[in-house]
Protein backbone atom coordinates (compact mmCIF):
# COMPACT_ATOMS: atom_id res chain seq x y z
CA UNK A 1 0.00 0.00 0.00
CA UNK A 2 0.62 3.78 0.04
CA UNK A 3 2.31 4.02 -3.57
CA UNK A 4 2.86 7.22 -5.05
CA UNK A 5 3.39 7.63 -8.99
CA UNK A 6 5.44 10.92 -10.20
CA UNK A 7 5.47 11.61 -13.90
CA UNK A 8 7.20 12.18 -15.96
CA UNK A 9 10.64 10.23 -14.57
CA UNK A 10 12.98 12.07 -16.57
CA UNK A 11 12.52 15.21 -18.65
CA UNK A 12 14.79 17.10 -21.05
CA UNK A 13 13.84 20.21 -22.84
CA UNK A 14 15.05 24.02 -24.12
CA UNK A 15 15.57 26.76 -22.25
CA UNK A 16 12.15 28.56 -21.88
CA UNK A 17 9.67 26.02 -21.76
CA UNK A 18 7.37 25.24 -19.69
CA UNK A 19 7.18 21.53 -17.59
CA UNK A 20 4.21 20.23 -15.46
CA UNK A 21 5.01 17.10 -13.16
CA UNK A 22 2.38 15.03 -11.87
CA UNK A 23 2.14 13.43 -8.34
CA UNK A 24 -0.58 11.18 -7.65
CA UNK A 25 -1.36 8.69 -4.78
CA UNK A 26 -2.84 5.29 -5.88
CA UNK A 27 -4.00 3.58 -3.16
CA UNK A 28 -4.76 6.65 -0.40
CA UNK A 29 -5.93 10.06 -0.34
CA UNK A 30 -3.29 12.45 0.53
CA UNK A 31 -4.42 15.30 2.40
CA UNK A 32 -0.65 16.88 1.96
CA UNK A 33 1.64 16.67 -0.65
CA UNK A 34 5.37 17.95 -0.59
CA UNK A 35 7.30 19.10 -3.36
CA UNK A 36 11.55 18.79 -2.97
CA UNK A 37 14.00 19.47 -4.54
CA UNK A 38 17.37 17.46 -4.50
CA UNK A 39 20.90 18.69 -5.67
CA UNK A 40 23.36 16.36 -6.33
CA UNK A 41 24.87 14.56 -3.35
CA UNK A 42 22.55 16.60 -1.23
CA UNK A 43 19.85 16.34 0.94
CA UNK A 44 16.31 17.27 0.25
CA UNK A 45 14.94 20.68 0.05
CA UNK A 46 11.33 21.49 0.69
CA UNK A 47 9.93 23.48 -1.88
CA UNK A 48 6.59 23.93 -0.79
CA UNK A 49 3.34 22.28 0.82
CA UNK A 50 -0.12 21.81 -0.50
CA UNK A 51 -3.44 20.71 0.95
CA UNK A 52 -5.83 19.44 -1.76
CA UNK A 53 -8.48 22.53 -2.41
CA UNK A 54 -6.07 25.76 -1.15
CA UNK A 55 -3.01 27.17 -2.01
CA UNK A 56 0.17 25.64 -1.57
CA UNK A 57 2.40 27.15 1.10
CA UNK A 58 6.07 27.93 -0.63
CA UNK A 59 9.51 27.68 1.91
CA UNK A 60 11.09 30.70 1.96
CA UNK A 61 13.39 31.47 -1.23
CA UNK A 62 11.18 29.73 -3.23
CA UNK A 63 9.58 31.51 -6.67
CA UNK A 64 5.37 30.92 -6.44
CA UNK A 65 5.20 32.40 -10.35
CA UNK A 66 8.01 29.90 -11.36
CA UNK A 67 7.02 26.80 -9.56
CA UNK A 68 3.49 26.83 -9.71
CA UNK A 69 1.82 24.04 -7.62
CA UNK A 70 -1.82 22.66 -8.08
CA UNK A 71 -3.39 20.47 -5.30
CA UNK A 72 -6.85 19.83 -7.28
CA UNK A 73 -7.90 16.63 -5.76
CA UNK A 74 -7.14 14.44 -3.10
CA UNK A 75 -5.12 12.01 -5.19
CA UNK A 76 -3.10 14.81 -7.19
CA UNK A 77 -0.93 17.59 -7.46
CA UNK A 78 0.88 19.51 -10.18
CA UNK A 79 4.16 21.01 -10.11
CA UNK A 80 4.71 23.70 -13.06
CA UNK A 81 8.17 25.17 -13.62
CA UNK A 82 7.37 27.66 -16.14
CA UNK A 83 9.87 29.10 -18.73
CA UNK A 84 12.87 26.89 -17.32
CA UNK A 85 16.47 27.39 -17.43
CA UNK A 86 19.43 25.76 -17.10
CA UNK A 87 19.36 26.84 -13.36
CA UNK A 88 15.94 24.65 -13.09
CA UNK A 89 17.92 21.46 -13.92
CA UNK A 90 17.88 19.38 -11.00
CA UNK A 91 15.92 15.99 -9.01
CA UNK A 92 12.29 16.82 -8.21
CA UNK A 93 10.60 14.99 -5.84
CA UNK A 94 6.69 14.75 -4.52
CA UNK A 95 5.36 13.14 -1.46
CA UNK A 96 2.54 12.22 -0.37
CA UNK A 97 1.18 11.78 3.37
CA UNK A 98 -2.77 11.04 4.47
CA UNK A 99 -1.98 13.77 6.97
CA UNK A 100 -0.01 16.75 7.69
CA UNK A 101 2.92 14.31 7.16
CA UNK A 102 4.01 15.17 11.11
CA UNK A 103 3.50 12.78 14.02
CA UNK A 104 2.92 9.19 13.06
CA UNK A 105 2.60 9.75 9.42
CA UNK A 106 5.62 9.17 7.29
CA UNK A 107 5.64 10.54 3.77
CA UNK A 108 4.98 8.15 0.60
CA UNK A 109 7.59 9.02 -2.05
CA UNK A 110 7.04 9.60 -5.59
CA UNK A 111 10.56 8.02 -7.16
CA UNK A 112 11.26 11.37 -8.80
CA UNK A 113 12.15 13.65 -11.79
CA UNK A 114 15.43 14.12 -13.32
CA UNK A 115 14.91 17.61 -14.79
CA UNK A 116 17.43 18.74 -17.43
CA UNK A 117 17.22 22.05 -18.91
CA UNK A 118 19.21 23.15 -22.28
CA UNK B 1 14.10 26.27 14.95
CA UNK B 2 14.32 22.68 13.90
CA UNK B 3 17.62 21.27 12.97
CA UNK B 4 18.49 17.83 12.21
CA UNK B 5 22.25 16.74 11.86
CA UNK B 6 23.68 13.46 10.94
CA UNK B 7 27.18 13.71 11.67
CA UNK B 8 28.71 10.76 9.76
CA UNK B 9 28.88 11.72 5.99
CA UNK B 10 29.62 8.42 4.35
CA UNK B 11 29.91 4.73 6.42
CA UNK B 12 31.52 1.79 4.88
CA UNK B 13 30.66 -1.60 6.37
CA UNK B 14 30.97 -5.35 6.20
CA UNK B 15 28.42 -7.76 4.89
CA UNK B 16 26.22 -9.09 7.81
CA UNK B 17 27.49 -6.61 10.41
CA UNK B 18 25.40 -4.07 12.03
CA UNK B 19 25.50 -0.55 11.48
CA UNK B 20 24.25 2.34 13.37
CA UNK B 21 23.53 5.59 11.33
CA UNK B 22 23.23 9.00 13.90
CA UNK B 23 20.84 11.69 14.09
CA UNK B 24 20.67 14.16 15.77
CA UNK B 25 17.79 16.78 16.44
CA UNK B 26 16.75 19.87 17.79
CA UNK B 27 12.88 21.30 18.59
CA UNK B 28 10.81 23.31 20.75
CA UNK B 29 8.02 21.20 19.76
CA UNK B 30 6.78 18.84 22.18
CA UNK B 31 5.30 16.67 20.16
CA UNK B 32 7.04 15.75 16.67
CA UNK B 33 7.95 12.50 14.64
CA UNK B 34 11.13 11.22 13.39
CA UNK B 35 11.53 9.36 10.60
CA UNK B 36 14.51 7.32 8.39
CA UNK B 37 13.93 6.82 4.75
CA UNK B 38 16.66 4.88 2.31
CA UNK B 39 17.43 6.82 -1.03
CA UNK B 40 18.85 4.15 -3.46
CA UNK B 41 21.33 5.31 -6.07
CA UNK B 42 17.96 4.90 -8.78
CA UNK B 43 16.79 8.28 -6.54
CA UNK B 44 13.41 6.64 -4.92
CA UNK B 45 12.57 7.89 -1.33
CA UNK B 46 11.77 4.46 0.81
CA UNK B 47 10.40 5.14 4.09
CA UNK B 48 11.92 2.24 6.97
CA UNK B 49 10.70 3.20 10.51
CA UNK B 50 9.00 6.22 12.92
CA UNK B 51 9.22 7.02 16.34
CA UNK B 52 7.02 9.33 17.58
CA UNK B 53 8.05 11.66 20.41
CA UNK B 54 6.15 10.11 23.07
CA UNK B 55 6.45 6.86 22.23
CA UNK B 56 7.80 4.54 25.22
CA UNK B 57 9.92 2.05 23.26
CA UNK B 58 12.27 1.87 20.36
CA UNK B 59 10.85 1.24 17.15
CA UNK B 60 11.57 -1.92 15.29
CA UNK B 61 10.80 -2.83 11.56
CA UNK B 62 11.92 -6.31 10.85
CA UNK B 63 16.18 -5.18 10.56
CA UNK B 64 15.79 -1.81 11.03
CA UNK B 65 15.97 -0.39 15.13
CA UNK B 66 15.52 3.19 16.04
CA UNK B 67 17.43 3.91 19.14
CA UNK B 68 15.57 6.79 20.51
CA UNK B 69 16.93 9.10 23.42
CA UNK B 70 14.57 11.60 23.91
CA UNK B 71 16.54 13.25 26.54
CA UNK B 72 19.48 13.42 24.24
CA UNK B 73 17.80 14.63 21.26
CA UNK B 74 18.89 11.21 19.12
CA UNK B 75 17.49 8.76 17.05
CA UNK B 76 20.20 6.51 15.67
CA UNK B 77 19.44 3.91 12.92
CA UNK B 78 20.22 0.61 13.50
CA UNK B 79 20.71 -1.78 10.53
CA UNK B 80 21.45 -5.41 11.76
CA UNK B 81 22.73 -7.84 9.70
CA UNK B 82 23.57 -5.72 7.21
CA UNK B 83 23.31 -6.75 3.25
CA UNK B 84 24.60 -5.84 -0.02
CA UNK B 85 21.54 -4.55 -1.08
CA UNK B 86 21.93 -1.61 2.21
CA UNK B 87 23.88 0.05 0.29
CA UNK B 88 22.56 3.68 -0.14
CA UNK B 89 21.82 7.16 1.06
CA UNK B 90 19.97 7.09 4.43
CA UNK B 91 18.25 10.31 5.62
CA UNK B 92 16.97 10.98 9.33
CA UNK B 93 13.44 13.78 9.07
CA UNK B 94 11.65 15.38 12.06
CA UNK B 95 8.54 16.22 11.45
CA UNK B 96 7.11 19.04 13.81
CA UNK B 97 6.01 22.22 13.22
CA UNK B 98 8.30 22.16 9.67
CA UNK B 99 10.01 18.78 8.05
CA UNK B 100 13.02 19.04 8.83
CA UNK B 101 16.14 16.52 6.57
CA UNK B 102 18.87 15.72 7.64
CA UNK B 103 22.23 15.61 5.39
CA UNK B 104 22.31 11.81 4.66
CA UNK B 105 24.72 9.49 5.53
CA UNK B 106 26.13 7.48 2.06
CA UNK B 107 26.25 3.81 3.86
CA UNK B 108 28.27 1.36 1.55
CA UNK B 109 28.23 -1.91 2.01
CA UNK B 110 31.30 -4.25 1.22
CA UNK B 111 31.38 -7.68 0.67
Known amino acids: GAVVSQHPSRVICKSGTSVKIECRSL??????MFWYRQFPKQSLMLMAT?????????EQGVEKDKFLINHASLTLSTLTVTSAHPEDSSFYIC??????????????FGDGTRLSIL | AQKITQTQPGMFVQEKEAVTLDCTYD???????LFWYKQPSSGEMIFLIYQGSYDQQNATEGRYSLNFQKARKSANLVISASQLGDSAMYFC????????FGQGTRLTINP
Open chain 1, 95 to 108: SASPGRGRQGQPQH
Open chain 1, 50 to 58: SNEGSKATY
Open chain 2, 27 to 33: TSDPSYG
Open chain 1, 27 to 32: DFQATT
Open chain 2, 93 to 100: EMGAQKLV
